[in-house]
């Protein structure tokens, strides 16, 4: 692209933000900056570190230990590769509680928008286009079904080997959207100028297309 842009994509946990978001990052030449995998290094530091999180001077410190980089799709976390590990229910959990800590994400905030300023930037989360790229070029809300969103989470898990029970994945991601919208520091909401895609009945290439379809430069 000779003109660079950010595009913010938020939405439901689940619903395929971080995939899309690599896709179209390669097609236009952009980079994908993973702010749920962020937040889930932090979530995986705390939970493996038995970290107190209602101890201030401990959750500062934690966070100030805490170095998060990537390389070729894999996340590093100090150092060692989590790209896995951060992926677990139990991880999915924690990371919602750990998001709304208002110091986890005022040191997050910060990075991603100080990485953001030299634009040419895809980045997806929960609050990128209210807080942390309000300004940005394209807005995206990605939605789905809690049972869509269950099913594909479920038919990941089964095609890794990983055992999976879908009741339980789907009480999980509802019970994740209720943390994510309800919490007091950047909830999830659709912001009133980003456009909405209800992924529910369609697939990955779909996805792809609308949203290069709202890019508004030559692609």
Known sequence: MDQKINIAI?????????????????KLHMIHLDTGAMYRCVAYYLVSHQVDIHDPDA????????????DHKKVYLNDMDVSKAIRTNEISMATSKVAALEPVRKKMVALQQEIAKEKGYILDGRDICTVVLPDAEVKIFMSASPSARADRRYKEYRSQGIDANYD????????????????????LKKADDATEIDTS???IQQVVEAILQLIPIDK
Do not use: C, W
């Not at 959750?59 to 100030?64: D, F, K, P, R, Y």
């Not at 994945?169 to 209720?178: A, F």
């Open 10 to 26: 938020d939405g439901t946990s689940g619903v395929g933000k971080s995939t899309i978001a690599d896709i179209v990052a390669e």
């Open 168 to 187: 339980e994945i789907l009480h999980d991601i509802e019970q994740r959207d209720y943390q994510d919208s309800h919490r007091t520091i950047g909830p």
């Open 201 to 203: 009945q369609m697939n």
């Open 59 to 70: 959750l500062n410190q934690a966070l100030a230990d805490i170095h998060i980089r990537f």
